[in-house]
């Protein structure tokens, strides 16, 4: 089955700075990548997400890489604000199943 | 429009209880499942009901039972608890294979 590896576990990030989370993937087959942040006591929510035959995708402050051929793909938080301190998740999706890393759970220092 | 629900929002149980955790959505999607996330491991597919009338294991199965009880319902069986079913189970839904939306899950404590 997939296995997705993300990185790091923990990021702490100056308000204003830039946060960098990257996930590796093994399945091939995989077309699908989305991205959801999760606050305390409460679900995932999607924030972002990107389809095997895309580069790259910006969405404001927030912007997800994707390299096929290195399966692995990466998400990008500009100009970080407090609001931003969650746990974030990669998945990537093969059928209907949805594969998650770890999580990285991000710190925005005022 | 009231999205995923999941009822209780709290559990505690003794090993060996049985209880079933239940999950409505409202947004007529084909697709519901339910996940496990444990500190440290993410999310982990559990069970997945891709629509109506069907039901499959996904990565976590062993333990647990569901059942498609209609388009909108999708409810997840412990038979039996034990110390390791200690998590919080998370139910989603999707139109097919897209964006799945998290309802805000069911904190289960086993003892």
């Known amino acids: 089955g997939e296995n997705v590896e993300q990185h790091p576990s923990t990021l702490s990030v100056q308000e204003g700075d830039s946060a960098v989370i990257k996930c590796t993937y093994s399945?091939?087959?995989?077309?699908?990548f989305p991205w959801y942040k999760q606050e305390l006591g409460k679900g995932p929510q999607l924030i972002i997400d990107?389809?095997?035959?895309?580069g790259e995708k910006k969405d404001q402050r927030i912007a997800v890489t994707l390299n096929k051929t290195a399966k692995h793909f990466s998400l990008h938080i500009t100009e970080t604000q407090p609001e931003d301190s969650a746990v974030y998740f990669c998945?990537?999706?093969?059928?209907?199943?949805?594969?998650f890393g770890a999580g990285t759970t991000v710190t925005v220092r005022a | 429009n009231a999205g995923v629900t999941q009822t209780p929002k709290f559990q505690v149980l003794k090993t060996g209880q049985s209880m079933t955790l239940q999950c409505a959505q409202d947004m007529n999607h084909n697709s519901m499942y339910w996940y496990r996330q444990d500190p440290g491991m993410g999310l982990r597919l559990i069970y997945y009901s891709a629509s109506e009338g069907t039901t499959d294991k996904g990565e976590v199965p062993n333990g647990y039972n569901v059942s498609r009880l209609n388009k909108r319902e999708f409810s997840l069986r412990l038979e039996s608890a034990a110390p390791s079913q200690t998590s919080v189970y998370f139910c989603?839904?999707?139109?097919?294979?897209?964006?799945?939306?998290f309802g805000p899950g069911t904190r289960l404590t086993v003892t």
């Open positions: 998945a990537a999706r093969s059928g209907y199943k949805l594969s």
């Open positions: 990107i389809r095997s035959n895309v």
């Open positions: 989603a839904s999707s139109e097919a294979v897209g964006e799945q939306y």
């Open positions: 399945d091939s087959a995989s077309n699908y």
